[in-house]
């Protein structure tokens, strides 16, 4: 069982328990409110108040150690920009007594990175849509150093993720208990409810039948290439229909077995789009350390030292490891020029 020896990964588990705890609260007061960002993606009050407490803890812990991180302030201009920090200030202040405005504005505006070999990256809300609707999203937190992702959190305050009895099995419907994953690596991938019950140690499954594994795809349409999804699960066999999920919960549903693979393919709208580094890189190294495969849709290892994207990897296939060479025999059998 993983002691979590090492401080930097007990510092790390805390902290995104902390930010669970303080994503349900805003969630429970401002559903329904967001800004639109120039990319017309939304962000949420709740993905500026724990990317502010994450980025204050994290200095004062590892002041050396730079933070990546998705948000900035520059939203939260004007008089209603203003207004809106004063409240995500107040949520903060109910975990960092001493967050104003203009701490809080410093705290978020802190993320930095500069080409640095170690720092941490966060994804404050993953799956935003999916926390405005009510559904599945996660706090992504992972400390990589020298490209490689080392510890990696992910806090998922609405999945329960409970026994595995047969693939697809798993209930994806919203749930007040949540689930919080980890993983050190060469230390394996563990699971733990939020309010701290068993820890147990997480292992994808072992199918290498396609015909009984299940695929998991993005929930938003226009997160993926839909129709090469429906080729590639045909190709391959699959019978089970897809589970379809907002953000990382896919690689913690992965990880614990509930599935066989993950697809993240390209939209053709978007073709020349690379993975954003706090979309995959806790989730990755929680799928790996539970005995999984990460690469790209052409099999190539996910290069984390291109700064904030992928840009040496296009799209992702995530897997049971078993199901590998199969899915990738059927992206390029079914892959349209």
Request: with cysteine.
């Amino acid at each position: 069982m993983s002691s979590l020896s090492r401080p930097e990964a007990r510092f790390a588990v805390d902290l995104v328990k902390q930010c669970c705890d303080l994503a349900v609260a805003v969630q429970s007061d401002t559903v329904g409110a967001f800004l639109e960002k120039e990319d017309r993606s939304p962000v949420t009050l709740a993905d500026f108040s724990v990317q502010a407490l994450v980025s204050h803890r994290l200095a004062e812990a590892f002041p050396e150690v730079p933070l990546m991180a998705e948000e900035s302030t520059s939203q939260l201009r004007g008089l209603e920009g203003e207004q809106l920090l004063e409240r995500v200030a107040g949520y903060v202040r109910e975990f960092e007594p001493s967050a104003n405005s203009e701490s809080v504005r410093r705290w978020i505006d802190r993320s930095q990175w500069h080409g640095d070999k170690s720092f941490w990256v966060l994804d404050p809300i993953d799956g935003t849509k999916g926390f405005l609707r009510g559904a599945q999203y996660v706090v992504a937190l992972a400390l990589v150093k020298n490209g490689v992702v080392d510890i990696a959190v992910l806090g998922c305050p609405r999945l329960d993720l409970t026994p595995v009895t047969a693939p697809g099995s798993i209930d994806t419907d919203p749930s007040e208990v949540g689930s919080l994953l980890f993983a050190v690596r060469g230390e394996g991938a563990w699971l733990t409810s939020l309010d701290g019950e068993a820890l147990v140690q997480l292992r994808v499954s072992d199918c290498e039948d396609p015909k009984h594994t299940v695929a998991l795809r993005s929930f938003e349409s226009g997160h993926t290439d839909g129709s090469w999804f429906e080729r590639v699960v045909k190709d391959m066999g699959i019978e089970n229909d897809p589970i379809l999920l907002d953000s990382q919960a896919k690689y913690a549903v992965l990880a614990g077995g509930y599935a066989g693979l993950h697809l993240r393919l390209i939209s053709p709208s978007t073709p020349d789009y690379r993975e954003k580094i706090w979309d995959v890189a806790a989730g990755a190294l929680i799928v790996e350390e539970a005995g999984g495969m990460v690469t790209d849709l052409a099999g190539k290892k996910l290069d984390f030292e291109t700064g904030y994207r992928l840009e040496n990897n296009q799209g992702i296939l995530a897997s049971n490891g078993k199901l590998h060479e199969k899915a990738l025999m059927s992206l390029q059998a079914t892959k349209q020029n």
